[in-house]
């Protein structure tokens, strides 16, 4: 259970547009979903979190007007990267919450998205 | 500050030895949770461990192992008898409660490279 379905597992695009990365629960209920960017031969930095019905929150550093994020339903959270710059290029991993039976979270995460602007 | 140290960058080892990938957290809640993940060349993320910070007791799944001491915030994580396939970057990560939500920072890494 508790899967997570991100697409496209890639992209290739002209720099200057816009490219929209969905991600999907599959088998519950996806309150707050995560995205997140990893550069190569780094970490995984958090972005944003999304909760289903309200805006997003980004972390510090992260453009808002650049990376455009929509948690519209309790299954669906999509992040679109728009203007698409060459520095932009990179992997996108989305990630949801879910609570455990014994109360702890637990946290699934998306195939991730690889992103090149070109 | 960092939330979440791997102070190794990269490991090396021959197959068949021993391998402790060290974790080292901050965090001044007293309800967190605490993962390992590995992640392949494929990019896919594979959960191996939760623990939360009410249990500090070491788990043992076959040839991986896991120390908690709070002690001394540390969560490290132990291959024994590392095999090729176990190659892949390995990360440490905290959850902790930030504007409402558990939010899961991850570490910088160690990469594992298992020679034959």
């Known amino acids: 259970g508790a899967v997570v379905s991100q697409h496209p597992s890639w992209v290739i695009c002209k720099s200057g547009t816009s490219v929209k990365i969905e991600c999907r629960s599959l088998?519950?209920?996806?309150?707050?979903m995560f995205w997140y960017r990893q550069f190569p031969k780094q970490s995984l930095m958090l972005m944003a979190t999304s909760n289903e019905g309200s805006k997003a929150t980004y972390e510090q550093g992260v453009e808002k007007d650049k990376f455009l994020i929509n948690h519209a339903s309790l299954t669906l959270s999509t992040l679109t990267v728009t203007s698409a710059h060459p520095e932009d290029s990179s992997f996108y991993i989305c990630?949801?919450?879910?609570?455990?039976?014994?109360?702890?979270?637990?946290?699934?995460f998306g195939s991730g998205t690889r992103l090149t602007v070109v | 500050a960092q939330k979440v140290t791997q102070a190794q960058t990269e490991i090396s080892v021959v197959e068949k030895e021993d391998v402790t990938l060290d974790c080292v957290y901050e965090?001044?809640?007293?309800?967190?949770?605490l993962f390992w993940y590995k992640q392949p060349p494929s990019g896919e993320l594979v959960f191996l461990i939760r623990?939360?910070?009410?249990?500090?007791q070491n788990e043992i799944s076959g040839r991986y192992s896991w120390n908690f001491q709070k002690s001394t915030s540390s969560f490290n994580f132990t291959i024994t008898a590392s095999q090729v396939v176990d190659s892949a970057v390995y990360f440490c990560?905290?959850?902790?409660?930030?504007?409402?939500?558990?939010?899961?920072?991850f570490g910088s890494g160690t990469r594992l490279l298992v020679r034959p």
């Open positions: 088998d519950f209920q996806a309150t707050t």
């Open positions: 990630s949801a919450s879910f609570p455990g039976q014994d109360g702890t979270y637990g946290y699934t």
């Open positions: 965090t001044r809640d007293t309800t967190y949770y």
């Open positions: 990560a905290l959850s902790e409660l930030q504007d409402s939500s558990y939010k899961l920072i």
């Open positions: 623990r939360n910070s009410f249990d500090e």
